[in-house]
């Protein structure tokens, strides 16, 4: 398997902002796929800091390795 970007923190973190804003997607909808709740959207994207296991998850998600569909299948049930 090839990574098809080296991203770093920040790299990440404006990445899946500039997506987040091309799909029109509140930070809600957004991030909740990642298991991240609104306000912590809402710091991560002030401050481009992200959690280790959300930076993985989020660079594999960018260079498209897993799907919304991945996401989906193991999200908590409401």
Do not use: H
């Not at 959690?51 to 960018?62: K, M």
């Amino acid at each position: 398997m090839t990574v098809k970007k080296n991203y770093c923190e920040g790299g990440v973190t404006k990445s899946a902002v500039r997506l987040r804003l091309s799909r029109k997607q509140s930070q809600k909808a957004f991030w909740s796929k990642f298991g991240i709740s609104q306000a912590c959207a809402s710091r991560i994207e002030c401050s481009t800091k992200l959690p280790p296991p959300v930076l993985i998850l989020l660079g594999l998600y960018l260079d498209e390795v897993i799907t919304d569909a991945d996401l989906m299948r193991y999200a908590p049930k409401s």
